[in-house]
């Protein structure tokens, strides 16, 4: 659909806005009185979240045009079918979902809430890459959080498996001094390495990460990235997820879309189903739910 026909159809002037984005596909921009949010129809990335009174949530590269069958570096990219490189053999790292169109399904506000609904569905295209039948829903919405719903259904008539992840760059003022919260006893593999670990207190982030945390059995965890620089805390609350990932290259990691200097101003903190392995088989007609939500706040002590 063009621009003018999903302005049309699912837009509402001041809440839901569609214009031009990446390689002819169209973006939007969801608003209300609790801020607002940029998703990029193709490959489902969040590219902003601005909470209102507060900066920027998310680090965006400078790069701002990619075609299609790129990756979209910055923002917060979806990963899926796999996250990382290890669950299935000979897929491209972070799988093919954020290199794909989605489609607009629906929209809804409220006062209180404004929401876009995307999907994708398998076709010829995916089946090359991936031979199962799914349906992928995406659900980003605006209210006092930026939430993230992220469902996954197996459409086809044998079980596969999978791993999927959020992948939030988090803009700090400097990584130095930043901290991450919420992962004390937590074993992890250095993915640098594949040494063992176990954290013990908050997590510093004066080096360069690449940490995969095994996460304790529980309903929901809560994660929160401390900036001193900025003087504020990014709250973030995961269900569905086994493990989550805490990156930042460093200096010497380089990474297509950044300028120098660019590994100083973000970190991630990404929460997964699984790691590294696909998580249990999915049969089919079941559904597996990841959901996250973000939250900028004042700094805690």
Same mark, same amino acid.
């Given at each position: ?33 609790? =801020? ?15 909470? #209102? ?17 790129? @990756? ?37 506000? #409220? ?29 980003? @919405? !605006? @209210? ?18 999978? #791993? ?17 919260? =919420? ?11 594949? @040494? ?10 004066? #080096? ?36 989550? !990932? ?32 696909? !998580? ?8 597996? !739910? ?12």
């Amino acid at each position: 659909m063009t621009v003018d026909q999903l302005n049309s159809r699912y837009g509402a002037p001041g809440r839901i806005v569609f214009h031009p984005g990446f390689a002819g596909y169209p973006e939007v921009v969801l608003a209300n009185k609790y =801020g607002t949010a940029e998703i990029a129809l193709l490959g489902a990335n969040v590219l902003s979240y601005r909470p #209102t009174g507060h900066s920027p949530v998310l680090f965006r590269p400078a790069k701002r045009d990619y075609n299609r069958g790129e @990756s979209i570096h910055g923002g917060l990219p979806v990963c899926w079918p796999q996250f990382g490189r290890l669950a299935i053999e000979g897929m491209a790292a972070h799988g093919f979902a954020r290199v794909m169109p989605f489609e607009v399904r629906g929209t809804e506000y #409220t006062e209180d809430m404004t929401e876009i609904t995307l999907g994708l569905k398998s076709s010829a295209e995916t089946k090359a890459l991936w031979p199962h039948d799914f349906d992928l829903e995406y659900k980003v @919405s !605006v @209210s006092m959080k930026l939430n993230l719903k992220l469902t996954t259904k197996n459409t086809g008539d044998g079980p596969f498996g999978f #791993t999927a992840g959020f992948h939030p760059y988090f803009l700090v003022r400097d990584r130095d001094q930043t901290t991450v919260r =919420g992962l004390d006893g937590c074993s992890y593999v250095d993915a640098r390495d594949m @040494s063992d670990h176990v954290l013990a207190g908050d997590l510093s982030m004066n #080096t360069e990460a690449d940490h995969v945390f095994t996460l304790p059995p529980a309903p929901k965890h809560e994660f929160a990235l401390l900036d001193a620089g900025l003087g504020r805390a990014v709250a973030m609350v995961s269900t569905g997820s086994g493990s989550a !990932v805490v990156w930042n290259p460093g200096p010497q990691g380089k990474i297509a879309d950044f300028e120098d200097g660019d590994w100083r101003r973000f970190v991630c903190v990404e929460p997964v189903t699984a790691w590294p392995k696909a !998580v249990s088989a999915l049969a089919p007609g079941e559904s597996h !739910v990841l959901s996250a939500a973000v939250q900028s706040t004042a700094r805690q002590a």
